[in-house]
């Protein structure tokens, strides 16, 4: 939904829309956020900024750090994720299949939703403990500059692409003007292969390749993203032993759902 559809839909709830983005702020490896912190991620003013970590807080989804003005994140969240996770049978099915695939490329095999204009780790699995990326459940990736992200932009009906495009060219021009001019090769490789690759545009120390699981579950799409070091060897050649790998995972595990 655009800023301006939310403008006009009366059922909008600004305040609860206001108290998730302050906890979509934290990244990965950020242990403490302020209310500063908050207020300049989300634009919103300080003093709406205060009231929102109060309450968060008072329900259990941030935690005030003793003697400190910054807050980390809640047991709440949690227990509030846990049972869609619990309940996305996939990521148990797949889990053999993805662990073999990381061993025999000696590196990290995840599975990846779309949230919004980002993608978002479900399920992972690493052999290789060396990679500078850690792809954590619940970690966070960017759309435009990573196999993921691409492989689901290429598989996505055109208006919903344009809407996810559009978000990002808003939310982040400097991003999106960097990248942009690089997607029309993803569709040609996407087109050609069913697979979209990165050659170090996100991580310089890692290859990335994904592809779609057709088969959509509980009207989500499901992306199988593979990286591995980029030391250990060129990526033409990296590309053509992982590719048809991560393709026959993805074919066993649509045979598996089909029965």
Same mark, same amino acid.
């Given at each position: ?72 994140? =809640?047991?709440?969240? +949690?227990?509030? @994720? ?7 049978? %996939?990521? $148990? /099915? ?54 993921? =992200?691409?492989?689901? +932009?290429?598989? @996505? ?7 996810? %495009?559009? $978000? /990002? ?91």
């Amino acid at each position: 939904m655009s800023g301006q559809q939310r403008d006009s839909d009366p059922q909008y709830a600004y305040t609860l829309a206001n108290g998730i983005e302050i906890l979509a702020c934290f990244q990965r490896g950020e242990k403490f956020l302020g209310n500063k912190d908050f207020a300049e991620r989300t634009g919103l003013s300080p003093s709406t900024v205060a009231r929102l970590t109060y309450t968060l807080v008072e329900l259990g989804f941030l935690r005030r750090m003793p003697g400190s003005p910054k807050y980390r994140p =809640g047991l709440k969240l +949690l227990l509030t @994720a846990y049972p869609m996770l619990a309940d996305m049978q %996939l990521r $148990q /099915l797949a889990r053999p299949l993805m662990r073999d695939l990381a061993e025999r490329v000696n590196g990290a095999v995840s599975i990846v939703v779309r949230d919004r204009y980002r993608m978002v780790y479900v399920e992972t699995s690493r052999a290789n403990e060396l990679l500078e990326t850690h792809p954590d459940i619940g970690a966070w990736m960017p759309m435009l500059s990573t196999a993921a =992200g691409k492989a689901w +932009l290429c598989h @996505a009906p055109s208006g919903q692409r344009e809407s996810v %495009l559009n $978000q /990002l060219r808003v939310r982040d021009p400097a991003y999106y003007e960097a990248c942009i001019q690089q997607f029309p090769a993803a569709q040609v490789e996407y087109q050609q292969t069913r697979c979209c690759s990165n050659q170090g545009q996100w991580r310089k120390d890692s290859y990335g390749f994904a592809t779609v699981l057709e088969r959509q579950i509980d009207s989500m799409t499901f992306i199988f993203n593979c990286g591995v070091p980029s030391s250990d060897g060129v990526f033409e050649d990296r590309r053509q032993e992982v590719v048809p790998q991560l393709l026959a995972l993805v074919q066993s595990l649509d045979g598996y759902l089909g029965r």
